[in-house]
């Protein structure tokens, strides 16, 4: 079981920058994969970063890819989402994912393998 809470959202405007922290309960933080998901407005919870257990690897949505970077602290648990060069198309809620899924490969890109999820945290980029 773990807890996960967001923190970082906010209003930024296109061109800035956010980042976006995901504080982890409990003392078995290193044993999940991690990411980001974001729900804009009419649209489905989308992924937008992986992050594999030791961090060793990472993966992107191409919407992101070369702009946001996800990275993780198993010392401190959290797991951090660098946000740069923002788009209004970024706007949305931000939520925290947890999984304890394990499969082939280290990145898990679909909302149901994920296990526990923050509250989310409001990103909104003005034009």
């Known amino acids: 079981q773990v807890e996960l809470v967001e923190s970082g959202g906010g209003f930024v405007q296109a061109g800035g920058s956010l980042r976006l922290s995901c504080a982890a309960s409990?003392?078995?933080?290193?044993?999940?994969?991690m990411g980001w998901f974001r729900q804009a407005p009419g649209k489905e919870r989308q992924f937008v970063a992986g992050?594999?257990?030791?961090?060793?690897?990472?993966d992107y949505a191409n919407s992101v890819r070369g702009r946001f970077t996800i990275s993780r602290d198993n010392a401190k648990n959290t797991v951090d989402l660098h946000m740069n060069s923002l788009k209004p198309e970024d706007t949305g809620v931000y939520y925290c994912?947890?999984?304890?899924?394990?499969?082939?490969?280290?990145?898990?890109?679909?909302?149901?393998?994920?296990?526990?999820w923050g509250q989310g945290t409001q990103v909104t980029v003005s034009a």
């Open positions: 409990g003392r078995t933080f290193s044993s999940y994969a």
């Open positions: 994912a947890a999984t304890n899924t394990y499969s082939p490969g280290n990145i898990y890109y679909n909302a149901p393998d994920y296990d526990y």
């Open positions: 992050i594999s257990r030791s961090g060793v690897d990472t």
